[in-house]
């Protein structure tokens, strides 16, 4: 008995790997598209931070 459980076993495990491949991929494009998106708000916002500044100071200056 125990041989064929095994055997169940084995082939459970063969089944499952291969969606667990393809999910994987599937959250790397994610992963991989929030991250570039993430990057771009901190680019822009880090360059309307510095424009925001630089207005301040000239009307402090003023």
Known sequence: MQPGFRQ???TALQSSE???AESSHVE???H???YGSFV???KYGAA???V???VVILLIAN
């Open 8 to 10: 169940v076993e084995i």
């Open 18 to 20: 291969a969606p667990m």
């Open 28 to 30: 790397m494009n994610a």
């Open 32 to 34: 991989q598209q929030t």
């Open 40 to 42: 771009r708000l901190l």
């Open 48 to 50: 309307a931070c510095f």
């Open 52 to 54: 925001a500044a630089f």
